[in-house]
């Protein structure tokens, strides 16, 4: 059962303050999926403990279970419907409302992504890295740049990282030779493309290690990786927002680089004398 539908049956029988709050929520479930919990609760009148009681009182263990239900909901409506969203959310509003709503829903997805870091998993991916194999990078579908910008950023310190390219052939047959010193870190965030899971599974069974960068803890990735880095994606947009996608990125680049030692020092120094050389960019 949805969890409008949950909200709608319950509604009836719970006490006024936490009656207030269940319309709210039915009334505006993208404010539930995009705000924090104290905007929610300023913006419907109630106290911030108000929303953990009616979270509790549906099942959730707290109110971040709550609210990702609901993002589920919105996002789960498909483009169409966020499109149709959007326009009734802003179509009377200011640029400077949707402006405000899109930069409130980056900074929290930001601010949700950190906080579910684990250090262990990215110390954990580093060490698979520095393995001595391969990385390689999937993203199909929407998320192929990603993975492109993962790969020309991260080649400067690693220079085995591999995305695989766009074309008719499956992620799974462009790592047919995947050993296990290797590592691959597949990105998808809903809708999901099938190849990147099947690109996983192979990439297990070939014993190597699987990481995944994905939006929920339910996403089909996460049953086929070593370590799931989650990054929120609720956004008013008509697609989901790819703002913490990019921020874990860099973060895990980022470790590979302070982890990596004099020999990748060197390289960094060989490419920037390469391009102040080639005069192909231009300095500050």
């Given at each position: ?19 207030i709050?269940?319309?709210?929520a039915?009334?505006?479930?993208e ?17 911030a ?34 499109v ?7 179509q ?21 992504a ?22 390689y ?27 695989l ?24 965030i ?95």
């Amino acid at each position: 059962m949805d969890i409008d539908e949950k909200l709608t049956q319950a509604l009836p029988d719970l006490p006024r303050k936490l009656a207030i709050a269940a319309r709210y929520a039915l009334d505006n479930p993208e404010r539930i999926a995009l705000d924090s919990m104290r905007a929610t609760a300023q913006a419907c009148g109630v106290a911030a403990p108000t929303m953990q009681r009616l979270a509790r009182h549906l099942g959730h263990d707290g109110y971040d279970e709550f609210r990702q239900d609901f993002q589920t909901l919105v996002m789960g409506g498909g483009f169409g419907a966020r499109v149709e969203a959007l326009r009734s959310n802003f179509q009377n509003a200011s640029l400077t409302k949707l402006t405000q709503r899109m930069a409130e829903a980056a900074q929290n997805n930001i601010a949700d992504a950190a906080a579910r870091l684990d250090t262990q998993q990215i110390e954990a991916f580093v060490r698979a890295v520095r393995r001595g194999g391969r990385t390689y990078v999937v993203g199909a579908g929407s998320m192929h740049w990603a993975a492109g910008m993962i790969e020309a950023t991260g080649r400067l310190t690693l220079p085995d990282i591999v995305s695989l390219p766009a074309g008719t052939v499956t992620a799974s047959e462009r790592i047919s030779t995947i050993r296990d010193c290797d590592t691959l870190l597949a990105l998808a965030i809903a809708p999901y493309c099938v190849q990147t899971v099947n690109a996983m599974q192979y990439a297990r069974a070939a014993g190597a290690a699987v990481y995944a960068i994905t939006d929920r803890p339910s996403s089909p990735l996460a049953p086929h990786a070593d370590g799931v880095f989650l990054t929120p994606a609720a956004s008013p947009h008509y697609y989901p927002s790819t703002i913490a996608v990019q921020l874990v990125a860099e973060i895990l680049l980022a470790a590979c680089a302070a982890a990596s030692g004099g020999a990748t020092r060197q390289r960094l120094r060989q490419l920037d004398e390469i391009r102040r050389a080639s005069g192909a960019y231009l300095e500050e």
